[in-house]
């Protein structure tokens, strides 16, 4: 409960000062733009057009198929091309493919949204329509999100502009152009919330973001939100790491935050909620960090969702040097993309083309030392050690009371270990295989009811061919003459 | 004078001794653990493809016959060692390899019917233990991918050996999809 001195985690090296370089870059839309129906979230939505149909910028293309899905407009005008499976960041994924005619007429329901007019649940549904989503990298819907927020009765908005991965400074480059946006988002998604305060929280190592948010909240003159600038740690801007530091509060392992009556969404979130307010536009677009020795011209571009990431690239100058690998999302926790024609998507916050000379690479694995400096950097406060050992032999119940559960992959525990143990890889592996024996066991039950309801109808089946074979004889008998 | 009082200390010795072996006889005829419950907890790790290579007629009827002592928990192919080593921590017995003469633990895999060569017979239809395939008497028969557990049971009874059991990954796109097409 109590709060802690200073953040805990690890200190990598900024990489951000050569994409903040250059201003934000507003990309053209692409010729075509390739809409993954799973953003990111983890659940794809379910398309609403079909092959040949025209579409304008803004018109709903994909609705929410689960709590964590959001909806997909058309971020260009044109046609329907092609609903098929496409490379996304994780693997190939369904996509609706648009042909852009460059005309970006706008679709009717693409209007300023009179916000201030609204009640809170009807400007919660009209924001889940407008598609929404975490822009910090989790793609879960906002709205979705505020309304759970709404329901538990929440007193804190947070709005994380913490940005502690060494790459990304999307967030950064915003606060500084767009503060105005920021807090004009802030100040929807209270009214959505119905939370009474907003925090921004941002990094001490970002003083021009701290100058422009602090100008802008003064000018705004809403005293509801503040900002708090926090010592630069990596994870802070992990969501619960981030409650903690901010209001000495942990949310409990097996709730969220609204439990402790937080809740927190991106500054990136709360200038697409400010642009979709001010213009009516739904998520369409997003700004991606575009970054790494492997690209000429390090920025942070505003491209619309389905521009594709080589042609973030392009527009960065192009490759450079020798890239050895593209990461998606940060050094820490992104993953390597195996091909520049994934699209971005709104989970998507930085590319990363790395040369050998952004990457130190890991020495060979040697044994646990059991020196203890993961536990003390570990921002969850488990004892990766304890949780290797228990995920080498595959421990199911030991990786269970060790939480496993509760390990955000943040890698802090890697960076630190002097013996250049994969740890994160290893519980990334043991979760995966936790995932399988789940479905395994939840196949297993359907499969146990299916057969119980089998034998049932066999029962039945075979009592009512007795019963009919009974009463045919016993119709037959007045009639035999013996 | 040492008699006197070590006589009272035998004596309360045996009276506790007495009353907490009464109390533990008590607890152990009345407190049981229900065979009942004893047979959903066995049931509960076995993987339900209820294909019956154990020699019973089903997932359940072996964890009836593991809990009576009747069966060892060596006889479950499709749950391999894994589930060897759930039974043998849950019922507190050495761990042992599947015994191969009730087959051989490999990957899972799916039934998967040739449509150019069924006949639409019907007969795999209530062999199926989990009622995965959809067909009727001279129409076309398919398995539901989903729901197959690979029990293989489908097999025997098709006069035409259609069926062949694949790795789910290379399972062809269902039937009904594919029927529209041209």
């Known amino acids: ?482 | 004078m040492s008699e006197p009082t070590l006589l009272p200390a035998v004596a309360i010795a045996a009276a506790l001794s007495a009353a907490a072996g009464a109390a533990l006889g008590w607890a152990a005829s009345r407190l049981r653990p229900d065979p009942g419950s004893l047979v959903e907890r066995i049931d509960a790790l076995l993987p339900q493809t209820q294909c019956g290579q154990c020699r019973y007629p089903g997932c359940r009827p072996y964890a009836e016959a593991i809990a009576a002592g009747e069966a060892d928990i060596d006889r479950c192919p499709p749950g391999g060692t894994a589930t060897v080593h759930a039974l043998a921590t849950l019922l507190d017995r050495p761990v042992r390899p599947v015994d191969e003469q009730y087959g051989i633990p490999g990957p899972a895999r799916i039934a998967v019917i040739d449509e150019e060569r069924c006949i639409g017979c019907a007969l795999c239809l209530p062999a199926c233990p989990v009622d995965a395939i959809v067909g009727a008497p001279r129409l076309l028969h398919t398995v539901v991918a989903a729901q197959c557990t690979g029990c293989a049971l489908c097999l025997p009874p098709c006069p035409v050996d259609c069926i062949e059991l694949q790795d789910p990954g290379n399972a062809p796109p269902p039937v009904a999809r594919r029927r529209g097409q041209p």
């Open chain 1, 1 to 482: 409960m109590s709060a802690l001195p200073r953040p805990v985690g690890v200190r990598p090296d900024a990489r951000k000062s050569a994409a903040l370089a250059r201003p934000i870059a507003v990309l053209a839309a692409p010729e075509f733009a390739v809409l993954a129906l799973d953003q990111g979230s983890g659940t794809a939505s379910v398309p609403v057009v079909a092959v040949g149909d025209p579409v304008r910028l803004g018109t709903l293309v994909a609705r929410p198929a689960a709590p964590d899905s959001v909806s997909l407009h058309a971020p260009v005008s044109g046609r329907v091309r092609a609903i098929e499976q496409r490379p996304l960041v994780h693997g190939d994924g369904l996509c609706v493919v648009i042909e852009n005619d460059g005309a970006e007429r706008l679709d009717t329901a693409v209007r300023p949204v009179g916000w201030n007019g609204l009640a809170g649940p009807e400007l919660l549904e009209r924001l889940h329509e407008a598609g929404i989503a975490g822009l910090g990298g989790a793609a879960f819907p906002a709205g979705v999100k505020l309304a759970a927020a709404r329901t538990a009765d929440v007193s804190m908005l947070l709005l994380n502009g913490a940005e502690c991965e060494p790459w990304i400074c999307c967030d950064d480059a915003l606060m500084r152009e767009r503060a105005a946006d920021v807090v004009l988002g802030a100040q929807v998604m209270l009214a959505a919330s119905g939370a009474d305060s907003c925090v921004v929280a941002i990094e001490d190592d970002k003083p021009e973001a701290v100058a422009a948010m602090t100008t802008a909240i003064d000018a705004a003159g809403d005293a509801r939100i503040t900002l708090r600038a926090l010592p630069a740690v990596y994870p802070l801007g992990a969501e619960r790491q981030l409650i903690d530091a901010v209001t000495g509060r942990e949310v409990p392992h097996d709730r969220l935050p609204p439990a402790i009556g937080v809740v927190c969404q991106n500054v990136g979130t709360a200038a697409a909620v400010a642009r979709w307010v001010r213009t009516g536009w739904p998520a369409i677009a997003r700004i991606v960090t575009v970054t790494g020795s492997g690209v000429a011209e390090p920025a942070n571009v505003e491209a619309r969702i389905g521009t594709t990431v080589a042609q973030l690239v392009a527009a960065c100058g192009g490759y450079c040097g020798e890239p050895l690998s593209l990461i998606a999302g940060g050094a820490m926790t992104g993953r390597a993309l195996g091909t520049d024609a994934a699209p971005v998507t709104k989970g998507l916050a930085c590319v990363v083309a790395a040369t050998a000379s952004d990457l130190s690479p890991r020495g060979p694995e040697r044994p646990c030392i059991r020196c203890g400096d993961c536990s003390a950097a570990c921002p969850a406060y488990l004892l990766p050690q304890q949780l290797h050992r228990a995920a080498l032999v595959d421990d199911e119940a030991g990786l269970a009371r060790l939480g496993l559960a509760d390990c955000i992959e943040c890698g802090c525990c890697d960076y630190v270990c002097p013996s250049g143990i994969p740890l994160v890889e290893r519980f990334r592996a043991a979760k995966a295989r936790k995932l399988e024996r789940d479905i395994d066991r939840l196949r297993a039950e359907e499969a146990r009811g299916r057969h119980e309801r089998h034998l049932r109808r066999l029962a039945a089946e075979a009592e009512a061919e007795r019963r009919a074979f009974d009463e045919a004889r016993r119709r037959a008998r007045p009639a035999d003459p013996g």
